[in-house]
């Protein structure tokens, strides 16, 4: 291995075992290259048995932290190494070797097509890790801009010798980006296919591009500003965040940008001032799925629902969510993914909540089982809900009137209460004394994990609470009283009518458009943008992860701490 080298070895060794020297007699040593060892003539006899590599930098950085990495592999032969103007020698062998070797399915993946179709470039997904200058030349010669590459160098030789002989330049490229590149994932260091890594280069310039103008974040606590960051940080510049909502509006109107505010501390008020000063405001809030442990724990989110209309729990307004339900139609794809995410979602067990010890449940087998979830007594999905058998707004403890309720439309069932997790551990209100549960409920499901406890039963009876989705997710009977999301599209028994909606949807359309199109999501480790599928991996290793578990045991302790002290 030449000296200049040795710094990326363990990656270099990495892509060499994993297959990136295709072409190579691996049978014999290798002696890796690169551009600058070539042009110094360090090319030794000792080495001429050996099989040889030259390394060259990809068209992102090795280091890129929002970006896939990229290292280029490519297998040369001695004999070219002993030629005066080494580099067409090596061009003119590795387009013979494209020629003789491309695959039929290679072809498939057109990756310097999408490259170019996409506009992807490092600069405009943010990148903030330095190039150095031959990886600049490969990204210019990818995006079509090869006259500016150095007329000595190689990239030069191999456009040269692609006109002598005959061959499209884009082949070639194509062939060293999916055969010769090791792409490494900017989430975890992983490699990646060549499609993996264009599809996450993409996600990332989208999502930083998409937020081209300033954001000022406001009403969010601060364990949410890291995930909040990084979710509307991009073109525009970082988000600043605001203790004061006419702090946001004044910033904001200043350098033209918009507002994105926690909708549980949104009000009128606020939206007629923004709204005075044509300040684009969007509300938002925990997602569908989030990092394992409670929001009133510190756990940061790593799904927020983002709505420009309303917000998804309160059934008292429009929200954007509603009207993707009753607008939007979907394409086969669309479609597929979405009965994709329900598989996974269901194969990897997690939810919005992933808290409480896992266990199995055996319930009497005589007996119609149904869980009852509880809900935060005083939250907004439910003081701004509506409800056609409990009233919402005045009513001390939904909890207490949805048991009762509950046990009176099934009076031989087996009802099994699980406290709300937030209520539980005494972060928030709404807890029945046990004693008064009891007096409806079989059972007290205390500490529980809500998929365990859905899994074990027949059906689930609830006010609005998220955990209705979760068991329509997994194929249980979901009756509701309130207005939730995901009622009114004939997938739930509703008891209260709810108008504008009426629309028959299939699971798969309803978490297609909650999960994909209403939703950002973060990777919670990274820190970057990630699609719903990548996250639900990732709570699936947290969720198994001992040390985090306990970070998020000793988060969870001093949240309910601070409350208690009243700071």
Not at 160 to 175: F, H, Y
Not at 336 to 351: C, M, N, W
Not at 558 to 563: E, F, K
Request: hydrophobic share 40%.
């Amino acid at each position: 291995m030449a000296p200049d080298l040795l710094d990326i070895k363990p990656k270099l060794l990495g892509a060499m075992g994993a297959g990136f020297l295709q072409g190579a007699d691996l049978n014999n040593p290798v002696y890796a290259m690169s551009t600058k060892s070539l042009m110094k003539n360090s090319f030794k006899e000792q080495y001429a048995s050996a099989s040889h590599a030259l390394v060259l930098a990809g068209p992102t950085p090795l280091n890129a932290k929002r970006v896939p990495g990229s290292l280029i592999v490519l297998p040369i032969e001695s004999s070219w190494l002993l030629e005066d103007d080494v580099f067409s020698k090596i061009a003119l062998g590795l387009v013979k070797m494209c020629s003789a070797g491309l695959r039929e399915n290679e072809t498939s993946f057109e990756f310097v097509g999408g490259w170019r179709t996409s506009g992807l470039a490092c600069e405009l997904a943010g990148e903030t890790a330095v190039a150095e200058s031959e990886c600049v030349e490969c990204e210019n010669i990818l995006s079509d801009r090869s006259d500016s590459v150095d007329r000595n160098g190689f990239w030069n030789a191999l456009k040269s010798t692609c006109l002598t002989e005959a061959t499209r330049l884009d082949k070639v490229l194509n062939w060293i980006l999916l055969r010769h590149t090791a792409w490494y994932s900017p989430y975890s260091g992983a490699l990646l296919s060549s499609r993996e890594a264009f599809e996450i280069f993409a996600l990332v310039q989208a999502n930083w591009q998409k937020n081209e103008k300033p954001v000022h974040a406001f009403g969010a606590q601060y364990w949410n500003h890291p995930s909040i960051a990084a979710t509307f940080s991009g073109k525009g510049g970082p988000v600043e965040f605001h203790e004061a909502k006419e702090e946001a509006i004044s910033a904001a109107e200043a350098n033209g940008g918009e507002i994105v505010s926690w909708a549980g501390r949104t009000d009128k008020g606020f939206e007629v001032d923004c709204e005075k000063k044509n300040i684009p405001l969007s509300r938002i809030e925990d997602g569908f799925l989030r990092s394992v442990g409670l929001g009133a724990g510190l756990a940061r989110g790593a799904m927020l629902a983002v709505d420009d209309l309303g917000i998804y729990y309160d059934p008292s307004r429009p929200s954007r969510l509603e009207a993707l339900l009753r607008n939007e139609d979907l394409t086969a794809t669309e479609v597929a993914r979405g009965r994709d995410l329900v598989s996974l979602i269901k194969t990897a067990r997690v939810s919005k909540y992933n808290f409480g010890k896992s266990k199995q449940f055996k319930f009497p087998e005589d007996r119609k089982t149904i869980l009852v979830p509880g809900q935060v007594a005083d939250d907004a999905a439910i003081r701004k809900s509506l409800s056609a058998t409990i009233d919402c707004a005045t009513t001390p403890n939904v909890n207490l009137d949805l048991l009762k309720l509950t046990r009176e439309r099934n009076p031989d069932a087996f009802l099994v209460f699980k406290p709300h997790p937030d209520v539980e551990t005494g972060l928030r209100k709404g807890r029945v004394p046990r004693k008064v549960a009891l007096q409806y409920a079989d059972v007290i499901a205390e500490d529980a994990n809500i998929v365990d406890l859905i899994e074990a039963v027949e059906a689930l009876e609830t006010f609005s609470s998220l955990s209705g989705f979760e068991a329509l997710l997994r194929d249980k009977e979901v009756t509701v009283h309130g207005a939730p999301f995901y009622a009114g599209w004939g997938l739930t028994k509703d008891l209260t009518k709810i108008e504008g909606r009426g629309r028959v949807r299939s699971m798969p359309e309803l978490v297609y458009l909650a999960i994909v199109r209403y939703s950002r999501t973060i990777d919670p480790v990274s820190l970057l943008p990630c699609t719903p599928e990548y996250l639900i991996s990732r709570l699936s290793e947290q969720r198994q992860d001992r040390r985090h578990l306990i970070v998020t045991a000793v988060k969870r302790h001093s949240s309910w701490l601070g409350r208690k002290l009243g700071i």
